[in-house]
């Protein structure tokens, strides 16, 4: 005869082993939190629910109904916290965001890996631009704070702007997502923001992985990361190789932090809690913080065969991002007193008492993008840009043996 009651025990203690609240139990298995709270009062799930609940658990339905684990060494994939069963649902309901009209993607869901047709008869002498990219510490933030779909699309922005740089045009992307337990809802909203993300960049999410590895990552924690291919010409590479003495730096405007300096911001607010809701230019700090990266390549490919080189500005700020466009024996010296320094740039300087030289190392401080362009084009090109964002000159190129130059200072109010 089955004990009720100490089933019910078994299921609520299998339930906290596994870290889960009763409502977390009743998301997963879709069922209304009053029946998960009639089971851990003694009344049976039905037989179907029975095998679920047993799935979510990691036991089997032997096991819930003798309202105890077998004894001796009774191992399984699912004790171990990997349920196949339960994953492979998930990615069936994550195919949706894999489907796409692009002809170049010659296989769908499923297959061991992904088939794209890199055909371009159009394109002379063609190369492969690939790149990954991981959303660092506001991954973290992210999920704190209720924005892990926004993040998916910081990722992808990040990892488009890298190569539209370059001037290639984005094809596919393959992303990864590694975490101690598999919420079908979370990792469902992150395929989906990634898919949307590179929609809206002109490429195709293609496949990837979804890696769940309890005894290396926590519950509840998510590492995302992507990679990209790109293609362009061999002939059109935009590698900084074209500027000239002479030239003009243009500064294309960020809209915040973009993806970097998070971990010092992370410590700032863990020794000022009250950050967080303190508001900056109307918004709270958490909202002038997790907004998107600001996404370029739209207005890059219109202005690549105008440019000598663009550098997207990430960690290492400017001059670390600059530098690598610059040819030996040249210089871009940067007026300072010149960059359109963002509020939250000056809050974050003011709150930390951060020396301008660190502001600069670390954070875009206003500017996502730098162009380098010649006089004659200058004009031309800013007003392209400014269809979509702010664009001002900063600097020029000079002889000289340093890469990049600071003079004056950062107005920071």
């Known amino acids: 005869m089955l004990d009720n009651r100490k089933i019910a025990d078994f299921i609520v203690g299998k339930r906290k082993e596994a870290g889960m609240t009763q409502a977390e139990v009743a998301e997963r298995l879709q ?24 799935r979510l658990l990691h036991v089997t339905v032997d096991e819930i109904l003798a309202g105890q684990e077998k004894s001796g060494e009774n191992f399984s994939y699912r004790k171990a916290g990997v349920d196949i069963s339960y994953t492979d649902a998930m990615k ?62 910081d990722m992808i922005n990040h990892l488009v702007n890298d190569i539209a740089v370059m001037g290639a045009r984005p094809l596919a992307v393959l992303d990864t997502i590694v975490c101690g337990n598999a919420e079908k ?29 309890p005894q290396v990552v926590e519950k509840g924690v998510y590492i995302l990361t992507s990679s990209i291919a790109g293609i362009l010409s061999k002939r059109d590479i935009i590698d900084g190789s074209a500027v000239k003495e002479g030239d003009a730096v243009l500064a294309v405007a960020s809209n915040g932090l973009h993806t970097n300096g998070y971990s010092l911001v992370r410590m700032l607010m863990d020794r000022m809690p009250q950050m967080k809701l303190d508001k900056v230019a109307g918004e709270t700090f958490i909202e002038q913080i997790m907004k998107v990266h600001t996404p370029y390549y739209k207005v890059i490919k219109n202005i690549s065969d105008k440019v000598h080189g663009m550098a997207h500005i990430t960690g290492g700020g400017i001059e670390g991002n600059l530098c690598r466009i610059i040819p030996d024996g040249l210089c871009a010296e940067i007026d300072l007193t010149k960059i359109r320094v963002l509020p939250v740039f000056s809050y974050i300087q003011k709150m930390g008492n951060i020396e301008e030289e660190e502001m600069l190392a670390t954070f875009n401080c206003g500017v996502g993008l730098a162009i380098v362009v010649s006089q004659e084009k200058k004009e031309a090109v800013m007003e392209s840009v400014r269809k979509c964002y702010d664009c001002y000159e ?20």
């Open 31 to 54: 069922v209304s939190f009053q029946a998960v709270s009639k089971w851990e009062n003694g009344t049976l799930p039905n037989v179907e629910m029975l095998v679920e609940l047993a």
């Open 92 to 153: 069936k309901e994550m195919a949706v965001y894999l489907k796409t009209e692009d002809a170049r993607v010659l296989n769908g869901f499923g297959p061991f890996a992904s088939l794209y047709d890199i055909h371009f008869p159009e394109i002379p002498e063609p190369v492969l631009v690939l790149k990954a990219e991981e959303p660092g510490s506001k991954q973290k933030l992210a999920m704190e704070y209720g924005y892990g779909e926004s993040v998916c699309h």
């Open 185 to 213: 809802e979370t990792i469902k909203s992150f395929v989906r923001g990634i898919s949307e993300a590179c929609k809206e960049n002109e490429c195709v999410l293609v496949g990837g992985e979804t890696s769940i590895q």
């Open 394 to 413: 900063v600097g020029r190129i000079v002889p000289g043996q340093k890469r990049v130059a600071f003079g004056g200072r950062l107005q920071i109010v």
